[in-house]
């Protein structure tokens, strides 16, 4: 079992701002080969996150705390949408489907999101990110 209450997310989060890149994940899968890939991921203000795109998988993202901005981007690079998401403003979460460019932009310090892709865990392909 595990359980996923305010101590665990105090505990990444703390862990993600004392980290360089400012985020931290916590798996809750198993292994990196398990064909559902779920985890809490702490994200601070400042974390970078570069364009990307996952090929053949949906990505979802549920916002337990926080406030983020998800952007959405063309094949050259262009916004062509933006979400805030933030449970204060009664947005909890997207689904962005496979293939689609995207970035998030952390708007909270303290913020977790739960997140959800298929598996197996599949490192980003130059190619799967936007320069």
Do not use: C
């Not at 997207?94 to 913020?111: D, M």
């Amino acid at each position: 079992m595990q359980l996923i209450d305010k101590k665990l997310l105090d505990e990444i989060s703390q862990q993600a701002a004392e980290n360089e890149r400012l985020r931290m994940n916590f798996n809750i899968h198993k292994s990196l080969d398990d064909k559902v890939q779920r985890l809490l991921n702490a994200l601070e203000v400042g974390t970078k996150i570069p364009i990307h795109r996952h090929l053949n998988t949906d990505e979802m993202y549920i916002v337990l705390r926080g406030k983020l901005r998800v952007i959405f981007y063309d094949d050259k690079g262009d916004i062509v949408e933006s979400q805030i998401i933030a449970p204060k403003e009664e947005v909890y979460g997207v689904n962005i489907p496979a293939g689609t460019w995207h970035s998030l932009e952390v708007l909270e310090s303290g913020t977790v999101i739960f997140e959800v892709k298929e598996g197996p865990y599949k490192s980003l392909e130059n190619s799967d990110i936007l320069e």
